[in-house]
């Protein structure tokens, strides 16, 4: 079994407000730290049947930049559930959700 790591370093203020994130993950075809100012990161817990998330943004993601990170984590949620699920219907009607969502916030010009 090959094995990789995820590294995710949040550096945060004296009010614990990320300030800083940077990630690094092996055999991403990505090199070197990154920076970033957004992520959402969420788990399935088997045993307590529920869903684990972190969510996170440094003082510097503009309301803009928030709007286009929720339509494209959405829009990319339709596919990965798709794909799980192999359900077009309601992956479809994500999408559709998704598309709305960006017409309203000016994310997708209408």
Same mark, same amino acid.
């Given at each position: 079994?090959?094995?990789?790591?995820? =590294?995710?370093?949040?550096?945060? *203020?004296?009010?614990?407000?990320?300030?800083?994130?940077? $990630?690094?993950?092996?055999?991403?075809?990505?090199?070197?730290?990154?920076?970033?100012?957004? &992520?959402?990161?969420? &788990? $399935?817990?088997?045993? *307590?049947?529920? @869903? &684990?998330?972190?969510?996170?943004? @440094?003082?510097?993601?503009?309301?803009?930049?928030?709007? =286009?990170?929720?339509?494209?984590?959405?829009?990319?949620?339709?596919?990965?559930?798709? =794909?799980?699920?192999? *359900?077009?219907?309601?992956?479809?009607?994500?999408?559709?959700?998704?598309?709305?969502?960006?017409? =309203? @916030?000016?994310? &997708?010009?209408?």
């Amino acid at each position: 079994m090959k094995n990789s790591e995820i =590294r995710i370093k949040v550096s945060v *203020d004296d009010q614990n407000i990320p300030e800083k994130i940077e $990630w690094q993950a092996e055999g991403s075809g990505v090199e070197g730290v990154k920076p970033a100012k957004s &992520l959402m990161i969420t &788990l $399935w817990d088997s045993p *307590d049947n529920g @869903t &684990l998330r972190i969510d996170l943004w @440094t003082k510097e993601m503009m309301v803009e930049e928030m709007q =286009r990170f929720f339509y494209e984590t959405m829009s990319s949620m339709a596919d990965t559930y798709e =794909r799980a699920t192999n *359900d077009k219907t309601e992956s479809v009607a994500i999408r559709e959700f998704a598309t709305a969502f960006g017409k =309203r @916030t000016k994310v &997708l010009k209408s």
